[in-house]
């Protein structure tokens, strides 16, 4: 696969997790686990009762990655004193 279209792959990946797919209560319950499989592989879902959302079911929040994420962004601004002499010497 050429680079372009291995970016393309990505791009169109990418987009299709912005579109939120929306879906009604009781389709929601009747498909629960489908749903709930493509929340987990990133395709927000919006429930709606009556016409108006009542949640939105999206991918767990992966904390170990994100921690790392921003221990990374803190490293690259941080800098490195002398952390062994007292503060008031």
Do not use: W
């Not at 372009?4 to 009781?26: D, G």
């Not at 959302?53 to 992966?62: L, R």
Request: no cysteine.
């Amino acid at each position: 696969m050429t680079l372009s279209a291995e970016l393309y792959k990505i791009h169109v990946q990418s987009a299709k997790r912005l579109i939120m797919q929306t879906i009604n209560i009781s389709d929601f319950r009747a498909n629960l686990l489908q749903y709930l499989q493509k929340a987990n592989a990133g395709e927000p879902i919006t429930v709606t009762t009556n016409g108006k959302s009542i949640a939105t079911i999206t991918a767990p929040v992966q904390q170990k990655q994100l921690a790392k994420q921003q221990l990374h962004k803190l490293a690259a601004s941080a800098k490195l004193q002398d952390v062994i002499s007292p503060i008031d010497s």
